[in-house]
């Protein structure tokens, strides 16, 4: 199992760069950030970027995976993303992941004057939006004219520094985006079941993850591919036990070993912040980036 975390692009960089190089520090596998142009109760706080906040954390940090969770099309178009993406990954030194999503109801949905997209509109856009953006990171000129998205000539000069492009790590749940993940991703992202956040329990949140993965399985099964072929990350606090793990090193190893037993290969925390639904004590943070792993293969 690989274990990342979640920096939230709310420092001003004279701080956030300490967080970044204290995220590859401490070992985490990857450090990844929101693609949100604001985000629930931060929404009338300090929020940055996603692309410049990975840039210069890429000029900040060596070794650690960087990475978004997640972009979708709620604000992004694939042409002018390929090309972040490819600059991004070029800085980096070819350590970028992009986690990518169909988007949701929040404030990117219509901070640029749309009313917000039906989830048949959201997955409709997806499907014509991962594949588009695939061959706009793989291919040196893309013509394309389709439904929601159109390509003239678009170049992609000189490509990603990852070979044929940087990994995707697709958010999905439903049918359609289950099928996107096992042909375009490298690896698949949960939250869990989001019916289950207010009144699941743990043990039925468990249960939806099994589901979740039987079904990727069998999505990857119906091209041929081998579902061992795609990571499989779990991003935490969004499950019923919500901050469970974060409260103690054994709560965390356990809530780990319970989804490793069930597939999951990557879990990704949040990095602390006071304050918030993301507050934690920051030694317990550090404890279970050290040493949950070696406790984990006892």
């Given at each position: 199992?690989?274990?990342?975390?979640?920096?939230?692009?709310?420092?001003?960089?004279?701080?956030?760069?300490?967080?970044?190089?204290?995220?590859?520090?401490?070992?985490?596998?990857?450090?990844?950030?929101?693609?949100?142009?604001?985000?629930?109760?931060?929404?009338?706080?300090?929020?940055?970027?996603?692309?410049?906040?990975?840039?210069?954390?890429?000029?900040?940090?060596?070794?650690?995976?960087?990475?978004?969770?997640?972009?979708?099309?709620?604000?992004?178009?694939?042409?002018?993303?390929?090309?972040?993406?490819?600059?991004?990954?070029?800085?980096?030194?070819?350590?970028?992941t992009l986690g990518i999503g169909a988007g949701g109801t929040g404030f990117d949905a219509?901070?640029?004057?749309?009313?917000?997209?039906?989830?048949?509109?959201?997955?409709?856009?997806?499907?014509?939006?991962?594949?588009?953006?695939?061959?706009?990171?793989?291919?040196?000129?893309?013509?394309?004219?389709?439904?929601?998205?159109?390509?003239?000539?678009?170049?992609?000069?000189?490509?990603?520094?990852?070979?044929?492009?940087?990994?995707?790590?697709?958010?999905?749940?439903?049918?359609?985006?289950?099928?996107?993940?096992?042909?375009?991703?490298?690896?698949?992202?949960?939250?869990?079941?989001?019916?289950?956040?207010?009144?699941?329990?743990?043990?039925?949140?468990?249960?939806?993850?099994?589901?979740?993965?039987?079904?990727?399985?069998?999505?990857?099964?119906?091209?041929?591919?081998?579902?061992?072929?795609?990571?499989?990350?779990?991003?935490?606090?969004?499950?019923?036990?919500?901050?469970?793990?974060?409260?103690?090193?054994?709560?965390?190893?356990?809530?780990?070993?319970?989804?490793?037993?069930?597939?999951?290969?990557?879990?990704?925390?949040?990095?602390?912040?006071?304050?918030?639904?993301?507050?934690?004590?920051?030694?317990?943070?550090?404890?279970?980036?050290?040493?949950?792993?070696?406790?984990?293969?006892?």
């Open positions: 199992m690989r274990l990342s975390t979640v920096i939230l692009p709310v420092h001003r960089w004279s701080q956030g760069k300490k967080i970044w190089r204290r995220a590859e520090d401490l070992g985490f596998h990857a450090a990844y950030t929101y693609d949100h142009l604001s985000w629930r109760s931060f929404r009338d706080k300090p929020w940055f970027g996603a692309v410049p906040t990975l840039t210069a954390a890429a000029t900040v940090t060596e070794r650690i995976r960087l990475g978004t969770l997640v972009t979708s099309p709620n604000f992004r178009h694939p042409v002018t993303l390929a090309k972040d993406l490819i600059a991004l990954d070029d800085v980096s030194g070819g350590r970028i219509t901070v640029l004057g749309q009313e917000a997209w039906t989830p048949r509109e959201r997955a409709d856009r997806f499907a014509e939006f991962v594949p588009l953006l695939d061959r706009l990171l793989t291919e040196d000129s893309v013509t394309y004219d389709g439904t929601f998205y159109s390509a003239v000539e678009a170049r992609g000069i000189p490509g990603c520094v990852q070979r044929p492009r940087l990994p995707f790590a697709v958010a999905a749940t439903g049918p359609r985006g289950l099928k996107l993940a096992a042909r375009y991703g490298q690896a698949w992202v949960t939250t869990g079941d989001p019916t289950l956040f207010e009144t699941g329990t743990p043990e039925q949140s468990r249960e939806a993850v099994r589901g979740q993965i039987e079904r990727l399985g069998k999505a990857c099964a119906e091209i041929g591919r081998e579902a061992s072929e795609v990571e499989k990350i779990l991003l935490t606090g969004f499950t019923p036990d919500r901050d469970g793990p974060m409260k103690s090193l054994d709560a965390f190893v356990d809530f780990a070993g319970r989804h490793f037993e069930l597939g999951i290969t990557e879990i990704a925390v949040h990095a602390p912040i006071p304050d918030s639904e993301f507050a934690a004590d920051q030694r317990v943070f550090e404890r279970i980036a050290t040493e949950a792993l070696a406790q984990l293969r006892l």
